[in-house]
């Protein structure tokens, strides 16, 4: 698979509510993921207890939807909206941005750009 089917792939499955499975399928045992200027999360356990905390926080998705992509090499962008319900009652609306690097079919390092405030 190229790139791009490779990350239509992972954004069909997070559309889908398979962000997890494509976790599993699709990121590097070594991958990096960031949240803006945080420090970076290293390796694929770390990343999946992360993951898994945010995904068990949710109460209700209101609305989730990709608004745009593009690929420029080994990197792929996405920008993404939400509009999410957290258990503990906070509701947040958000527009990010996700970039991604892919090596051997599998994403190395991810990035999430957006605003806190």
Known sequence: MDIKELDDKLNQMILTGQAMEAFEELYAEDVVMQENSEEPRVGKEFNR???????????????GRMEGSAINGDTSFSQWYMDITFKNGMRMQSTQVAVRKWKDGKIAHERFFYSKG
Request: no cysteine.
């Open 49 to 63: 207890k992360f993951e898994q905390d945010f995904f068990s926080g949710v109460a209700e998705w209101h609305d």
